[in-house]
């Protein structure tokens, strides 16, 4: 189903719309959202359980919106805050994230990426934080999480010694982390 059409469609018509055997709607997050919440007075036949492709970026809260009307798949792009994205509640959508914030936690990075099949991609320049465990556990945990070329890592949450800074870096060469611990 065609949420755009269906949305003008709607426009249209005081009667209502009669969907039969749909079994995914593509569009907008808010075309899509517009035709789950049209209510049975304008829409009937959609059950809850389609699966939905968006055609253009959506926001965290519009994904969360749709996860409460579909038990269905999600496909669709999005950037977000972190903590934003982590709101997501549901682990079977392929979502692409693209996580807007200039410094984010390597754990909140494992976490997104359990979140979708897709791709998890980090911001230009980024600062990836977390202790020397944290770190190591994201290089081990990276296939499908982008965009390291020029990241920089912050090993907190304590003091290391050079053996412990050498580690972490020996494990960011694996990958090619082109960057520098700060």
């Known amino acids: 189903v065609d949420a755009a059409a269906l949305a003008k469609l709607n426009s249209k018509t005081d009667g209502v719309i ?3 055997a749909a079994t995914s709607i593509t569009g907008s997050a808010t075309d899509v959202l517009a035709a789950f919440n049209a209510g049975s007075t ?3 036949g959609l059950s809850g359980d389609e699966a939905v492709t968006l055609t253009s970026p959506a926001t965290a809260a519009q994904i969360i919106a749709l996860e409460s009307k579909t038990s269905g798949a999600i496909a669709a792009t999005l950037s977000d805050t972190a ?3 982590l709101d997501i509640v549901e682990t079977t959508n392929n979502l692409t994230l693209s996580v807007t914030d200039t410094t984010v936690k390597a754990t909140d990075l494992l976490l997104l990426k359990a979140k979708t099949s897709g791709n998890v991609r980090i911001a230009d320049n980024a600062v990836v ?3 020397d465990t944290e770190l190591i556990a994201l290089v081990d945990g990276i296939t499908g999480i982008t965009n390291f070329t020029n ?3 912050s090993i ?3 003091s ?3 053996d412990k800074i050498n580690a ?3 494990k960011l060469d694996t990958i090619s982390w082109a960057s520098s611990i700060k």
């Open 151 to 153: 990241a920089t890592t």
């Open 156 to 158: 907190t949450g304590g």
């Open 18 to 20: 009669k969907l039969t």
């Open 160 to 162: 290391y010694t050079v």
């Open 83 to 85: 903590a934003n994205l």
């Open 129 to 131: 934080e977390g202790t």
């Open 168 to 170: 972490v870096e020996a």
């Open 42 to 44: 304008a829409i009937t």
